[in-house]
Antibody
Framework: QVRLQESGPGLVRPSQTLSLTCSVS??????????WAWIRQRPGKGLEWIGY???????YYNTSLQRLLSMSIDTSKNQFSLRLTSVTAADTAVYYC??????????????WGLGTLVTVSS | EIVLTQSPGTLSLSPGERAALSCRAS???????LAWYQQKPGQAPRLLIY???VRATGIPERFSGSGSGTDFTLTISRLEPEDFAVYFC?????FGQGTRLEIK
C-alpha cells in the first residue's frame, strides 16, 4: 500500500522560504511512472494545485506560483520536495503531497498524504 | 484556464436519500477528464471517481459519476451517515470550490 507523509517546519517567517518534503513508502518514486504532486488548502478554503514533478527534468507548476516555486526528487531517499520562496500570510495552508496519475483518462491524485499545516507569521 | 463551478454550495439531505452534485466546466473537457474527491473534517481528500465515471479502488457502488463536455455529476444513490462531507471535482490542475453535503 502506497503511503505519503509530509514533513517540514510548521512556522515560516514572512519573506522566508517554505520547504517541505514528502516521503513515499510502498512505491518506488523513480520507477513507478507516476507524477508526484503538491496541493494546498488555505484555512476554510478549497484545494489549490501547486505543481507536480516526474523527475528532476520534468516539472509542471501552477502558473500563478511558478516564479516562486521549485520541486525536486531525491530517488535515493524516495522523497520529493517543495520550495516556495518569499512567502506571505497568504501562503498559510495545509500542504498535501499526493501521487498523480497522468493518463489518457486525465489526471487525478491518489493517494494523498495526511497534510501538514504551515503557518506564515512573524 | 478552465474554471470548474460546483453546485449547490451546500446540499442538505437525509440518510437514505439520493444526492446529485454538479460540476460545470467553463469550457468543454474531454469526456473522461474529470475526477471527484471526498473530504471529511481534518482529513485529506479521498479519490472517489476518475475518468468521469470510474470508481476508485474500494469506493462503494452507491457512488457514481457521469457527464461529458461541460456538465458532470456525482451521484450518491442512497446516503449513508459517513457520506456527509465536502466533495470536490478536479480536472488537471483545477479544482472546483466544493459542495458541502450536510445532514438535514
Amino acid at each position: 500500500q502506497v503511503r505519503l507523509q509530509e514533513s517540514g517546519p510548521g512556522l515560516v517567517r514572512p519573506s522566508q522560504t517554505l520547504s517541505l518534503t514528502c516521503s513515499v513508502s510502498g512505491d518506488s518514486i523513480s520507477s513507478s511512472g507516476y507524477y508526484w504532486a503538491w496541493i494546498r488548502q488555505r484555512p476554510g478554503k478549497g484545494l489549490e494545485w501547486i505543481g507536480y514533478i516526474y523527475d528532476n527534468d520534468n516539472t509542471y507548476y501552477n502558473t500563478s506560483l511558478q516564479r516562486l516555486l521549485s520541486m525536486s526528487i531525491d530517488t535515493s531517499k524516495n522523497q520529493f520536495s517543495l520550495r516556495l520562496t518569499s512567502v506571505t500570510a497568504a501562503d498559510t495552508a495545509v500542504y498535501y503531497c499526493a501521487r498523480a496519475v497522468n493518463s489518457g483518462s486525465g489526471t487525478w491524485f491518489d493517494p494523498w498524504g495526511l497534510g501538514t499545516l504551515v503557518t506564515v507569521s512573524s | 484556464e478552465i474554471v470548474l463551478t460546483q453546485s449547490p454550495g451546500t446540499l442538505s439531505l437525509s440518510p437514505g436519500e439520493r444526492a446529485a452534485l454538479s460540476c460545470r466546466a467553463s469550457q468543454s473537457l474531454s469526456s473522461t477528464y474529470l475526477a471527484w474527491y471526498q473530504q471529511k473534517p481534518g482529513q485529506a481528500p479521498r479519490l472517489l471517481i476518475y475518468g468521469a465515471s470510474v470508481r476508485a479502488t474500494g469506493i462503494p457502488e452507491r457512488f457514481s459519476g457521469s457527464g461529458s463536455g461541460t456538465d458532470f455529476t456525482l451521484t450518491i444513490s442512497r446516503l449513508e451517515p459517513e457520506d456527509f462531507a465536502v466533495y470536490f471535482c478536479q480536472q488537471s490542475g483545477t479544482f472546483g470550490q466544493g459542495t458541502r453535503l450536510e445532514i438535514k
